[in-house]
C-alpha cells in the first residue's frame, strides 16, 4: 500500500509529522484528520530506491551540466568560512551562517547536508566529499590537511585565494569574448535589415528569424549538454583533452593554463604537508585536462621508489622545461612550494597576454565573417533587384 507523509498542526500548537498508509492521498488525509490534527500538507513518500535513482539522476546527468555552483559563489564561501574560524567560531556554526546568508539554492541545500554530516559525527572532508560536482578533489585535500594539521583557517584562505585567482582568469577571458559574441548575435539580424525597408515588414522577418534561430539555439544547447555528459566516461574525455591540446594556436594556450593551476595547487598542497604522492594526484587534478592528468599522475611511482620529484616528472613527457628547472631549483633550496608559486605566476601572465591576443584574432575573424555574410547578402539582394525578378533578399 502506499505510504504517504503529511505535515500537521496538534492541538497543542506545534508542527508535527509522520507517515501513513492508505489507497490515495484524500483518505491519507482522512485519516490523518481522524488523529484529531489539523492537516497542513500531505503527499506520497519517496521509496528508498526513487530517491537513490534521483540522486544518480542528478549527479550523472544534471550536474555535469549544471551544478547550480559558480567558482565565484565557493571563492566568497571559503573566504567567508576562512573569517568566521578564524575569529573562533565552531565550524558548523559557521557553515550554519554561511548557508543562511547566501543568496544561492543549491549551495544552501548543500552546506546544509554538510552540517547535518557534522552533527552526525563527520570530518568537514568526509561530509563535504558527499557533493563532488560542487567540492573537487583539490578543496577536499587542502580540507583534510587543514583538520589534521589543526591549520583549518590556513587552507580555507588558501583555497578561496586560489577560487578567486581562477574566477579572475574566467572573467578576463569572458570580458574579452564579449564583443565577438555579440558581433555573432547581431549578424543575425543585421543581414535582414534590407527585408524591413524594402517592406518585408518586422513581423515576417521575425517569424521567419524565430523559426530558424529556435531550433538551432536548441540544437546547439542539446549537444553542449550531451557532450558534458559523454565526457564523464575517462577514454572520451581523455580523447578530447588531447585534441585541445593539438589545435594550432589553441593548444599552447590550455597547456600553459593547465601549467599555472597544477602549479598553484602543488604548491597550496606541498605547503600543507600533504604527502607527496596525494599532492601530486590531486595537484594533476586542478590541472582539468585529463590527458595531462593521467600522464602527470604516473610521475607518482617514480617518486614512491625514491626518484627526485623533477626527474620523475621530466619522464612523464608532459612537463615544460621551465617548470622542470623550476622544480630542481625547488629541491635543492628546500622550497617547492615558493617555486612552484612562482611557476604558476609565470604561466598567469603568459596566460594573460596569449589569451588576450586570441581574442584579437577571433575578433577580426568575427568582423570577416559578418562583412563578407552582409556582402554576399547585399550582392544577392542587388542581382534579384536589377534582374527585375522582384526577388527579396532571403527568399
Known amino acids: ?209 524565430v523559426g530558424w534561430a529556435g531550433p538551432v539555439l536548441l540544437a546547439v544547447l542539446a549537444t553542449v549538454a550531451a557532450v558534458r555528459i559523454l565526457l564523464q566516461f575517462e577514454p572520451l574525455r581523455e580523447a578530447y583533452d588531447s585534441l585541445k591540446l593539438m589545435v594550432p594556436g589553441i593548444g599552447g594556450l590550455v597547456r600553459q593554463m593547465a601549467m599555472a593551476r597544477f602549479s598553484r595547487a602543488m604548491a597550496a598542497l606541498y605547503a600543507a604537508g600533504v604527502s607527496l604522492p596525494r599532492a601530486i594526484a590531486v595537484a594533476a587534478l586542478a590541472a582539468d585536462n585529463y590527458y595531462l592528468t593521467k600522464r602527470l599522475r604516473g610521475a607518482i611511482r617514480e617518486v614512491e621508489h625514491g626518484q627526485s620529484i623533477s626527474e620523475a616528472f621530466r619522464r612523464t613527457g608532459v612537463m615544460p622545461p621551465l617548470v622542470l628547472d623550476m622544480l630542481q631549483t625547488g629541491e635543492s633550496t628546500g622550497n617547492v612550494d615558493a617555486m612552484m608559486d612562482k611557476v604558476a605566476e609565470y604561466y598567469e601572465q603568459e596566460t594573460d597576454v596569449k589569451s588576450g591576443q586570441a581574442v584579437v584574432v577571433l575578433s577580426v575573424g568575427v568582423y570577416l565573417l559578418i562583412a563578407l555574410w552582409i556582402a554576399s547578402m547585399i550582392i544577392g539582394f542587388w542581382q534579384g533587384y536589377a534582374s527585375g525578378s522582384g526577388a527579396i533578399l532571403g527568399e
Open 1 to 209: 500500500m502506499p505510504v504517504y507523509r503529511y505535515t500537521a498542526k496538534n492541538q497543542q500548537g506545534g508542527t508535527v509529522t509522520g507517515l501513513v498508509e492508505a489507497e490515495d492521498t484524500r483518505r491519507a488525509a482522512g485519516i490523518v484528520r481522524e488523529m484529531g490534527l489539523l492537516l497542513l500538507d500531505v503527499r506520497p513518500e519517496r521509496t528508498a530506491q526513487v530517491q537513490q535513482a534521483e540522486q544518480v539522476v542528478m549527479q550523472k546527468v544534471v550536474y555535469p551540466v549544471y551544478s547550480g555552483v559558480s567558482v565565484r559563489d565557493l571563492a566568497v564561501f571559503y573566504r567567508q568560512m576562512a573569517t568566521a574560524v578564524r575569529a573562533g567560531i565552531p565550524v558548523h556554526r559557521a557553515l550554519i551562517s554561511v548557508a543562511e546568508n547566501t543568496g544561492k539554492p543549491r549551495l544552501r541545500r548543500v552546506v546544509q547536508a554538510v552540517v547535518d554530516d557534522l552533527m552526525a559525527g563527520k570530518s568537514l572532508a568526509q561530509a563535504m566529499r558527499k557533493h563532488p560536482h560542487v567540492f573537487d578533489e583539490l578543496q577536499i585535500a587542502l580540507i583534510q590537511a587543514g583538520e589534521e594539521g589543526g591549520l583549518l583557517d590556513s587552507m580555507l584562505e588558501r583555497l578561496a585565494d586560489y577560487l578567486e585567482r581562477d574566477y579572475k582568469l574566467r572573467l578576463k577571458i569572458r570580458a574579452g569574448t564579449f564583443y565577438p559574441k555579440v558581433l555573432l548575435l547581431a549578424g543575425i539580424f543585421i543581414p535582414k535589415i534590407p527585408i524591413l525597408v524594402v517592406g518585408g515588414g518586422l513581423i515576417p522577418y521575425l517569424r521567419e528569424t
